[in-house]
T-cell receptor, first 117, second 114 residues
């Protein structure tokens, strides 16, 4: 089956630093990628949708200058949390799909646990 | 505004019995629904899907029922097994939006007791 690799799985950083999370599709062309975050015992909240080669579309309430998304190739999307603060601590998950694929063919990475001290 | 809701945060079921997980939605434009299983600190794993043109879809022990008029869907697991213990999310998408983005429910933690 399709595989989405997300790295790193866990990161601890100091407040004010930037953190980059990578999401790679290993055996298909991820024309669209989605970034979610999940707080403990809560739902997966969609942050943004990115299509390869174009700017990401952010959900209401998500700061695009704080959460920079780059989807420069068909196999790689990155999420950079800029000037991270403790309230950014969360579990971040990417998912990817290939154009024309069935709608249930949405594959998730294993997530990144970000802890900002 | 939570467009997809799972009103039961947790559910305990005896092994071998049926588990029924419920999901309600408010957006009448949602036309495709997925159920995912998730373990802590891992990404969700796809279980089963249903299109709004159907009212039932079955895959092995998992069956999803959709009631469009009530904007309600449910996942039935029978027989339940201890390995089914996890958090279950329903997710919905609006195909007319062109983005195929999914909105997730709040999750139900299922515990299957041996």
């Amino acid at each position: 089956g399709a595989v989405v690799s997300q790295h790193p799985s866990r990161v601890i950083c100091k407040s004010g630093t930037s953190v980059k999370i990578e999401c790679r599709s290993l055996d298909f062309q991820a024309t669209t990628m989605f970034w979610y975050r999940q707080f403990p015992k809560q739902s997966l909240m969609l942050m943004a949708t990115s299509n390869e080669g174009s700017k990401a579309t952010y959900e209401q309430g998500v700061e695009k200058d704080k959460f920079l998304i780059n989807h420069a190739s068909l196999t790689l999307s990155t999420l950079t949390v800029t000037s991270a603060h403790p309230e950014d601590s969360s579990f971040y998950i990417c998912s990817a799909r290939e154009v024309w694929s069935p709608r249930e063919k949405l594959f998730f990475g294993s997530g990144t646990q970000l802890s900002v001290l | 505004d939570q467009q997809v809701k799972q009103n039961s945060p947790s559910l305990s079921v005896q092994e071998g019995r049926i588990s029924i997980l419920n999901c309600d939605y408010t957006n009448s434009m949602f036309d495709y629904f997925l159920w995912y299983k998730k373990y802590p600190a891992e990404g969700p794993t796809f279980l089963i899907s249903i299109s709004s043109i159907k009212d039932k879809n079955e895959d092995g022990r998992f069956t999803v029922f959709l009631n469009k008029s009530a904007k309600h869907l449910s996942l039935h697991i029978v027989p339940s097994q201890p390995g089914d213990s996890a958090v279950y999310f329903c997710a919905a998408s609006d195909g007319t939006s062109g983005t195929y983005k999914y909105i997730f429910g709040t999750g139900t933690r299922l515990k299957v007791l041996a």
